[in-house]
C-alpha cells in the first residue's frame, strides 16, 4: 500500500499504530479487524475514474460508508445485539473478480471460489452468490433493446449506436461530461451489479421472508466506480430505507484483509457457492462471451444478427484498429455489411470514439464501452501493482487466462433465466421487468458537470 494516496476529498496519511499488523487473538477470534488501516481506506482517486470534480460531499459520505470497517460493524453488531434485530449479510462476487482470487491462491477458479467463499462465511456472511445469473439478465435486456433500437433506426435518429450500460465509469463520464451528445444512445438495461441488488433484495428476501432492509448486501468487483455505482439515487427505496447494493468492495480489499488477518489458505474450508434459486441453481461456475468482461458485444451482435438477417454465427472474428482495446466486427452477406460493432475499452480510446461522434463519423450501430483497457479483469480494484498504484501486466496476463478458462454458457440458454422471468418478473415483457430490469441515464445539471480539463493523477 502506498502510505500517501489521493482519496476523495482530502489526503490520508496512515499513522505507525494504523500500520501494525492485525493482533493475533482478533484472528483467533475470527473478528474482522476494525482497527486496521485498511478497514479505514476510502476510495483512491488515482485508482477511480472519477475525481473531485463529480463526487459531490453527499456522495463522498456515501462512498467512504463503504469499506471493511462498515462490514466489520454490521457484523459485530450481529454478535451483540438481538437475534431478532440481526442482518442477514449477503455476498455477490462479479465472475471477473474470481481470477484475481485463483491467481493469487494459486488455485484453479472453482477451487479458489469454494476457499473465498468458505472465508467469507467464516466472518458471519450467510450466503454468497456470484453474479452470473444477474448478468445473464442484463445481456438478454440488452439484446432486446437493441433490435428495438434498430426497428426504430430511420425514424428515430437516437436510436443508433446504440452503448452498452454495464460499466459505470463510462456512465458517468457521459452524464457529466458528454451530456445529450451521448445519454439518449446509452442501453437502458440496468448493469449486472444492480440486476443483482434487485435480485437480492426482492426475489430473494421475499424468498426468505424478510423486509430488505434486514439484509445487507455486498458485492466483491474488480473497480472502485462500482461504488460510484451503487450510491445513485434510482437503486435506493426511500420507503424501506434500503439500497440494493449496501457496500462495495473490491476484490483488493478483500484480499487484503485476509492477509492482514494473515489468514492460512490450509485453514479455510472449501465451501460451494449459494444459489439464488436454491438447489434449483445451476452449481457450475460458467462464464459469458468477451475477453475479459461479460461479453455484450459478442451476444448482442449474434442475437441482433438472428433476429434481424436470419443468419447463425458461430464465431465472431475481430479487426483490430487503433489496438488491442479498439476493435470492430462486421455482419456481412453478398458483399453487403449489415452491422458492424466495436468494442471501445480505456478513456483514450473512448475520446477518439466521441470525437469521431461529433463529426459524425460514427459507422457502428453499436458500441461496448469500458473505461477500463482490457475489461473489467483489468479493473483497478484488483489489477494494481504493489507499488506506483500502476496496473500490473503480468497479473492482467494470468487473470485472462484463468478467466478464458471457464466454459461459456449463453445466457438464452439458461433454464434459471426463465424461470426468473416468469416467478420474479411476471413475464419478459411485464411493467415489473422493467422497472427492476432498466432505467434511464440523463445529462446531469451544469452546477454538476466535470471540466472536460483531465485531473492529472488520473491515469487515463
Known amino acids: 500500500f502506498s502510505l500517501d494516496r489521493r482519496v476523495v476529498g482530502t489526503t490520508v496519511k496512515p499513522s505507525d499504530e494504523d500500520r501494525s499488523s492485525v493482533p493475533e487473538e482478533d484472528v483467533a477470534n475470527g473478528e474482522v479487524p476494525a482497527s486496521s488501516h485498511l478497514l479505514k481506506q476510502q476510495v483512491l482517486l488515482s485508482a477511480c475514474l472519477s475525481c473531485e470534480g463529480c463526487v459531490s460531499e453527499e456522495e463522498s459520505l456515501k462512498i467512504s460508508q463503504q469499506n471493511l470497517e462498515e462490514v466489520a460493524r454490521v457484523l459485530g453488531l450481529n454478535k451483540k445485539c438481538d437475534v431478532s434485530k440481526h442482518q442477514v449479510l449477503v455476498v455477490s462476487v462479479c465472475p471477473q473478480s474470481l481470477p484475481f482470487f485463483a491467481v493469487k491462491y494459486g488455485l484453479d477458479i472453482p477451487e479458489a471460489t469454494r476457499k473465498l467463499c468458505g472465508f467469507l462465511k467464516s466472518l458471519g456472511v450467510q450466503y454468497v452468490f456470484d453474479t452470473t445469473l444477474a448478468a445473464g439478465f442484463s445481456i438478454l435486456e440488452s439484446q432486446r433493446d437493441f433490435v428495438q433500437r434498430y426497428s426504430r433506426r430511420h425514424h428515430d435518429s437516437q436510436a443508433l449506436p446504440m452503448f452498452t450500460s454495464s460499466c459505470p465509469g463510462w456512465i458517468r463520464y457521459a452524464e457529466r461530461v458528454l451530456g445529450s451528445l451521448v445519454t439518449p444512445h446509452i442501453c437502458t438495461a440496468r448493469s449486472p451489479q444492480q440486476i443483482m441488488g434487485c435480485l437480492v433484495k426482492d426475489y430473494f428476501t421475499k424468498q426468505q421472508k424478510l423486509s430488505p432492509d434486514k439484509l445487507y448486501h455486498i458485492m466483491v468487483a474488480p473497480c472502485f466506480d462500482k461504488k460510484l455505482e451503487a450510491v445513485r439515487e434510482e437503486f435506493y427505496n426511500s420507503l424501506l430505507e434500503s439500497r440494493d447494493v449496501d457496500c462495495v468492495l ?145 497479473l492482467v496476463q494470468q487473470m485472462e487466462e484463468a478467466y478464458s478458462s471457464l466454459p461459456v454458457r449463453l445466457p438464452d440458454t439458461n433454464p434459471g433465466l426463465h424461470f426468473l422471468y416468469q416467478d420474479w418478473l411476471e413475464g419478459q415483457d411485464s411493467t415489473h421487468a422493467n422497472t427492476l430490469l432498466h432505467t434511464q441515464y440523463t445529462q446531469q445539471s451544469p452546477s454538476q458537470t466535470l471540466t472536460h480539463t483531465k485531473p492529472p493523477h488520473i491515469q487515463w
Open 250 to 394: 473490491t476484490s483488493g480489499e478483500v484480499f487484503h484483509m485476509m492477509e492482514q488477518m494473515k489468514v492460512s489458505l490450509a485453514d479455510l474450508d472449501s465451501v460451494p457457492l449459494d444459489h439464488v434459486l436454491g438447489e434449483a441453481g445451476d452449481p457450475a461456475l460458467v462464464r459469458h462471451q468477451g475477453r475479459g468482461s461479460e461479453g455484450f458485444l459478442e451476444h448482442i451482435f449474434k442475437y441482433a444478427a438472428s433476429e434481424l438477417f436470419s443468419l447463425d454465427v458461430e464465431e465472431i472474428t475481430y479487426k483490430t484498429l487503433r489496438n488491442r482495446d479498439f476493435q470492430e466486427v462486421c455482419l456481412e452477406r453478398d458483399g453487403e455489411v449489415l452491422l458492424q460493432f466495436a468494442s471501445v475499452y480505456g478513456f483514450r480510446n473512448i475520446q477518439t470514439l466521441v470525437h469521431r461522434m461529433r463529426k459524425g463519423h460514427v459507422p457502428y450501430q453499436l458500441v461496448e464501452v469500458l473505461s477500463c483497457p482490457g475489461g473489467c479483469v483489468s479493473g483497478r480494484g484488483q489489477a494494481q501493482g504493489e507499488t506506483g498504484g500502476r496496473v500490473d501486466k503480468a
